[in-house]
């Protein structure tokens, strides 16, 4: 397994010691997996990317051990809180095997969904990494080089847990602009198995999707919208579909599968769409999908979202069900302002196209807006065009996507009538 990892050094034998300051003490205590560089007082010794940190409190009793990154703001990613550990295959397996069972519910036995996210970082005590199975295709996606150093554990720890028979490295932005941390590792590297030949096919609630796990956004697919898009499917029958930043085509497939009259998918990225053609063509033996392909009732529309909304606005089409599921708009705290106004903008504009009585479903991905706020935003840009929204339901994250502390809550989505 993983020849590529064969030059890599494993962690410093000696762990580094951190006294940290009076409130992140605190936050350590209370589980927060982040101890920020600005909150570090005295280090023992400088080190590398992946070597273990111990944070000790102003009695040097122990708080917690993590992975340390002499680059990143987060300077260290705490693996276990309050008791010492070893930190070995052992204990990666022991961390995988408990997201399994967590996710067990999921139906993966009926084999109806063999897409589901295994490993989501902080949320499931594995800080900076994450695991999303495409079937027997894993992607193993990282946002610090600190786990590098110890891939050779978690690769065994990986596989005696589910069936791995390609794994796929994928690598943070942040995380690319530092070579000299990764040892050779790129982005899209094959860790195990051959080189994949084309896109990899995996079932969603009984539907087929293809993904690209070398080159597509994220890990390949956004498994965290699964429940919704379900949920779209039961909204369907006999609709007129907008379903704008659909990616591949996920909620405009459910929408067809559901019974929609039509379905139009508008994206930027015109791969993407391809994709979401592709996928509609692969879901043939559902008739309802069927039907949308024969009548040639799947328009894409390789656009910005913005402008094609107004457009379709200005040609007078209206839809009956309109989903906007946009990219996280605010990465940082000085953006929420404009993440605000464009989630306003994204409502003012889905309503100029929703017929009334109409169904909006409009989706957040940005952990900086609360869900408070995010709904707020919506509901007060709707009621500025006088369709004041009645609500059907707020949604959050699937069991796949766990909540471990404050800042992993990032999903919410609004399920609403308009006037
Ligand atoms: C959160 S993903 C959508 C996931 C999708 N709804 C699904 O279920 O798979 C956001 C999408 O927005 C697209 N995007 C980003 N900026 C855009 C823009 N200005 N206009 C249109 N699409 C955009 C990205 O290409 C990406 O596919």
């Given at each position: 397994m993983g020849?590529l990892l064969?030059?890599i050094?494993g962690p ?38 992946g070597?273990l ?14 992975l ?9 990613r705490?693996l ?7 930190i070995n295959q052992g204990w990666f397996q022991a961390r995988m095997a408990?997201a399994a ?17 295994l490993v989501?970082g902080?949320?499931d005590g594995l800080p900076g990494l994450v695991v ?6 894993l992607v193993l996606k990282l946002y610090t080089p600190a786990w590098i150093p110890h891939l050779r554990d978690v690769l065994p720890a990986l596989a005696d847990v589910v069936?791995v028979?390609?794994l796929v490295l994928r ?12 040892y050779?590792l790129?982005?899209?590297a094959?860790l195990v ?227």
């Open positions: 020849s064969s030059g050094p410093a034998e000696q762990r580094i010691g951190l006294r940290v300051t009076p409130a992140a003490e605190r936050a350590i205590r209370g589980g927060h997996p982040w101890v920020f560089e600005r909150a570090v007082r005295q280090q023992s010794r400088d080190g590398r990317a070597d940190a111990v944070i000790f409190d102003r009695r040097r009793s122990f708080l917690a051990v993590g340390y990154d002499p680059h990143a703001p987060i300077r260290v705490v276990q809180h309050g008791e010492p550990a070893a408990a069972r967590l996710r067990a519910p999921l139906g993966k036995a009926t084999g109806d969904t063999t897409g589901y996210r989501h902080e949320n999303d199975c495409y079937d027997r295709t069936p028979e390609c690598l943070g932005r942040a995380m690319q602009e530092q070579p000299q941390s990764l050779g790129s982005d899209g094959i198995g051959p080189p994949l030949g084309g896109p990899v096919v995996f079932r969603e609630n009984g539907l087929r999707f293809e993904v690209d796990p070398v080159h597509g956004q994220k890990t390949g697919f956004f498994l965290d919208q699964r429940e919704n898009r379900a949920r779209v499917r039961g909204l369907a029958s006999g609709a007129a579909v907008l379903d704008v930043f659909s990616y591949t085509g996920g909620f405009s497939l459910y929408a067809a599968g559901g019974g929609a009259r039509s379905v139009v998918s508008v994206d930027v990225s015109r791969p993407a769409l391809e994709a979401a053609l592709r996928n509609f063509e692969r879901n043939q033996d559902d008739p309802s999908v069927a039907r949308v392909v024969r009548d040639r009732a799947h328009e894409v529309l390789a656009e910005d979202a913005f402008e094609a909304l107004a457009r379709l606005g200005r040609d007078r089409r209206s839809f009956d069900l309109v989903i906007v599921d946009p990219p996280a708009f605010a990465k940082k705290r000085a953006e929420v302002e404009g993440a605000l106004s464009a989630y306003g903008r994204l409502t003012h504009l889905a309503l100029g196209v929703l017929r009334p009585g109409g169904i909006l479903v409009q989706a957040s991905c940005s952990s900086r807006v609360d869900a408070e706020t995010f709904f707020t935003a919506v509901h007060r840009a709707a009621a500025a065009v006088g369709r004041p929204l009645r609500e059907i339901e707020r949604t959050g994250h699937p069991i796949d996507h766990p909540i471990g502390f404050k800042e992993g809550a990032y999903l919410k989505c609004l399920f609403a009538t308009a006037p």
